[in-house]
């Protein structure tokens, strides 16, 4: 079986957007209605990185699945988690973004940028600082990480796992700290969160580690 088919006898397109588009339906979130419909017309013809070519669209879905799974029925930060790649990846200014101010500027701050003359570790240690402040912004981001860290396996080579992982421990961990401390309202939602990123790290860690 190619490792396409494997993760997507798991988690099917069609699966994920049904989900999506039947509790937005449901609970009248328009935003992420629109959300989606923008999203899929971005990341149409894009594959994640990786030998598994799977669609794009499935990681953003899969994440506002999670979300949803968790309880976290809010309209702005559905429609955050759906487009939270569409600035960064398909060159859609903020403003162009079928949804409210608070859903745009949580995706304002997760399109990652190096700017004129700056170092890339210097915009990368610039661009996780900014989430933390923002809810919106910080959930969506800890959601993404939780399900790149998912997917490292089908499109990460044994080095990026590594540095992910590293990245992950520097920045990501203490953007979930900040959340579990000033974000009470999602409290188990986080405490989720917590207990997959941190078993993920460490599984894949020590699988690693063992391979090396």
Request: hydrophobic content about 40%.
């Amino acid at each position: 079986m190619k490792e396409s088919e494997s993760y997507e006898h798991f988690i099917k397109v069609e699966t994920l957007r049904e989900e999506v588009q039947r509790t937005a339906a449901a609970h009248r979130l328009q935003q992420t209605l629109d959300a989606l419909s923008f999203a899929e017309r971005c990341h149409a013809g894009q594959k994640r990185k990786g030998p598994a070519r799977l669609p794009y669209i499935i990681h953003p879905l899969t994440m506002a699945s999670h979300a949803i799974s968790l309880g976290l029925l809010e309209d702005d930060l559905l429609a955050a988690i759906l487009l939270h790649d569409t600035c960064e990846d398909c060159g859609i200014l903020p403003e162009e973004l079928p949804v409210h101010p608070a859903a745009r500027e949580a995706v304002r701050l997760l399109s990652f940028s190096v700017l004129p003359g700056e170092e890339r570790a210097a915009a990368k240690k610039r661009y996780f600082a900014q989430i933390p402040a923002n809810r919106i912004a910080a959930v969506t981001k800890l959601l993404d990480r939780c399900n790149n860290l998912s997917y490292m396996v089908y499109g990460f080579s044994k080095e990026k796992m590594l540095d992910y992982i590293d990245e992950t421990k520097r920045y990501v961990i203490p953007i979930l700290q900040y959340a579990k401390e000033h974000y009470r309202e999602y409290g188990n939602a986080l405490f989720l969160i917590n207990y997959q990123m941190c078993s993920l790290l460490n599984s894949i860690q020590v699988l690693l580690e063992r391979s090396l």
